[in-house]
């Protein structure tokens, strides 16, 4: 079965250092997805992306934060200058053909900021 | 109100076992509604669309009512296997966002 596939499974960074999250979504899937969930809370979407271009944000996506798609296949997440709080584990996510479709979700990315 | 409401137990059962979990959201032009299952430190996975007619799959029912705003999760015959926490979820009413609830945590004994 086709999955989501995110790298590295776990990313160590100073406060104040550049994060880059890579994703390789589902490869007929159109819509791409970040959500985190900081460790014992609920999981928070973060932002979604179709057609090269941010349809949706939340509160949590602040100027910090960017997401690219550089190629075919990749989908990142960029945190520029991060914080104790960004902590968390991050998941990317895809769905298929239209909205409201089933999102299918990577097995996460843990950062933790030193 | 929460966005999306869960008991977020834990809910221990013993093996065999009949378990509903119920779950309550805020947005009324919510457009579409999900069961995630999520095991421990793991990616929540889907576990089944809702839809207002209700559906089955296998041993898992879920049920939706619109009017009240409710969603239902029920689980016959409880495995070893279906200990997890049980997500609920929500999209927005342009359906590009997700909102989950806080989870229900099942445990089930031999």
């Known amino acids: 079965e086709p999955e989501v596939t995110q790298t590295p499974s776990h990313q160590v960074t100073q406060m104040g250092q550049e994060v880059i999250l890579r994703c390789v979504p589902i490869s007929n899937h159109l819509y791409f997805y970040w959500y985190r969930q900081i460790l014992g809370q609920k999981v928070e979407f973060l932002v979604s992306f179709y057609n090269n271009e941010i349809s949706e944000k939340s509160e949590i996506f602040d100027d910090q934060f960017s997401v690219e798609r550089p190629d075919g296949s990749n989908f990142t997440l960029k945190i520029r200058s991060t914080k104790l709080e960004d902590s968390a584990m991050y998941f990317c996510?895809?769905?298929?053909?239209?909205?409201?479709?089933?999102?299918?979700f990577g097995d996460g990315t843990r950062l933790s900021i030193l | 109100r929460k966005e999306v409401e869960q008991d977020p137990g834990p809910f221990n059962v013993p093996e065999g076992a009949t378990v509903a979990f119920n779950c309550t959201y805020s947005?009324?032009?919510?457009?579409?509604f999900f069961w995630y299952r999520q095991d421990c430190r793991k990616e929540p996975k889907l576990l089944m669309s809702v839809y207002s007619s209700g559906n089955e799959d296998g041993r898992f029912t879920a049920q939706l009512n619109r009017a009240s705003q409710y969603i239902s999760l029920l689980i016959r015959d409880s495995k070893l296997s279906d200990s997890a926490t049980y997500l609920c979820?929500?999209?927005?009413?342009?359906?590009?966002?997700?909102?989950f609830g806080g989870g229900t945590r099942l445990m089930v004994k031999p």
């Open positions: 996510a895809s769905s298929e053909t239209g909205l409201n479709q089933p999102q299918h």
């Open positions: 979820v929500v999209s927005n009413n342009a359906g590009n966002m997700l909102t």
């Open positions: 947005n009324s032009a919510s457009q579409s």
